[in-house]
């Protein structure tokens, strides 16, 4: 039986800082209202020009990633790449990742799930490497949300969360027991797909008929969310799956080294931290800096972990997510 093991990880975000002053002077927000409901102090968005794209973005994480795994591109096995924000309708980035890093014909697989895309795309790398299928799996969450928020007073519930950025973990199989990742979970919940939605253009929706069916208050081509109450499925689903994780592991909550929650709003891993009873150091937090980068969030977050050494061989790391769809996730990793 063979296990995965991330063995390299990196991360990328667009050099073009946005503060929350920044915001202020576009719509009707201001920087005590963004970090007292948030956390967030400033994001990242692609500018204009800067060749940023959510695929350029993936690869110039793999890049970093692959390089700290000691493996070229040509020992890449699989692609799985999640994204809510596509550079085209279709085909996904998966295939031009594969294109612009000159990979073999390998597969390329595009989740759509989201915040839980990194973990729906580990989960998937994971198994093919545990059935023994593939050797050596790349895994990006990358978005480009800047492109398609309502910047004005309208869309400020939802615009002043989001930022741009990718990250990479590249797995790759072992054959040591006990370690790398032990298990992943996975949960959806469809009732409430309106509840966090971009409705169109989508072959339900293409743009003649979403102009011709809403009034312009109630744009659907920009993301909706009903904040509060995604705010309030988040802390319990977070708090199930991370329990279902460590229990399936026979783990406690004492045995987490480090939790590496879904960066969605400071506020919610504070909840989490709270109700595990974990210190400081035993929770990654960079929303204050990036925002909610969605699939990006936890591989930029774990690779900044790791890169600042809080995380060692040996330790017990798990990654939670909740967002659109609903969907959930968690991993329980053995490092
Ligand atoms: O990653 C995917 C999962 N996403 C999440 O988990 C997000 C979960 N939800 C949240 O993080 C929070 O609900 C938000 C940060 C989105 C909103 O915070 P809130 O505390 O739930 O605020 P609210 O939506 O209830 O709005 C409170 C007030 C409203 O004004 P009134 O009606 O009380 O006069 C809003 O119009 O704040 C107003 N408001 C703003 N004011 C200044 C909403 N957005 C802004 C803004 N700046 N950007």
Redesign the pocket.
């Known amino acids: 039986m063979y296990t995965s093991k991330i063995v390299g990880l990196g991360s990328y975000v667009p050099e073009n800082v946005v503060t929350n002053d920044d915001?202020?002077k576009v719509?009707?927000?201001?920087d005590a209202?963004?970090q007292e409901?948030?956390g967030i102090k400033e994001r990242r968005h692609i500018k204009k020009g800067d060749g940023n794209t959510t695929a350029v973005m993936g690869v110039k994480a793999s890049e970093i990633a692959l390089e700290r795994a000691g493996l070229k591109p040509e020992d890449i096995d699989l692609i799985v790449f999640a994204t809510l924000s596509p550079d085209m309708y279709f085909p996904g980035c998966g295939v031009q990742v594969q294109e612009m890093m000159n990979m073999r014909t390998i597969p390329a697989l595009d989740v759509r799930n989201?915040?839980s895309g990194f973990v729906y795309g580990l989960s998937v790398a994971d198994q093919f490497i545990k059935t023994g299928m593939y050797k050596n799996v790349l895994v990006i969450g990358s978005e480009n949300h800047s492109g398609g928020l309502d910047m004005t007073?309208r869309g400020?519930?939802?615009?002043?969360?989001?930022g741009d950025g990718a990250g990479a973990a590249v797995l790759s199989r072992s054959d040591k027991e006990g370690h790398g990742v032990l298990s992943t979970h996975l949960h959806s919940e469809g009732a409430h797909a309106k509840e966090?939605a971009l409705m169109g253009p989508s072959t339900e929706h293409w743009v003649p008929a979403l102009i011709e069916e809403n009034p312009q208050e109630d744009i659907p081509y920009y993301p909706y969310?009903?904040?509060?109450?995604?705010?309030k499925?988040?802390v319990v689903r977070f708090s199930e799956v991370i329990n279902e994780g460590l229990q399936s592991n026979g783990l406690n909550t004492t045995d987490i080294d480090m939790l590496i929650p879904?960066?969605?709003?400071l506020?919610?891993s504070q909840f989490v931290q709270k109700k595990f009873q974990l210190s400081d150091d035993k929770v990654y937090n960079n929303i204050q800096k990036y925002g909610?980068t969605?699939a990006a969030?936890i591989p930029i977050a774990l690779t900044e972990a790791w890169e600042e050494g809080k995380i060692k061989e040996g330790d017990t790391v798990v990654l939670a997510?909740?967002?659109?769809g609903f969907t959930w996730g968690s991993a329980i990793i053995k490092w």
Do not use: E, K, P, Y
């Open positions: 915001l202020s719509m009707d927000t201001n209202w963004i409901r948030t989201q915040c007073t400020r519930s939802v615009s002043v969360i989001f966090l969310m009903n904040g509060q109450f995604v705010f499925n988040a879904h960066q969605a709003n506020r919610i909610n969605t969030s997510a909740f967002g659109s």
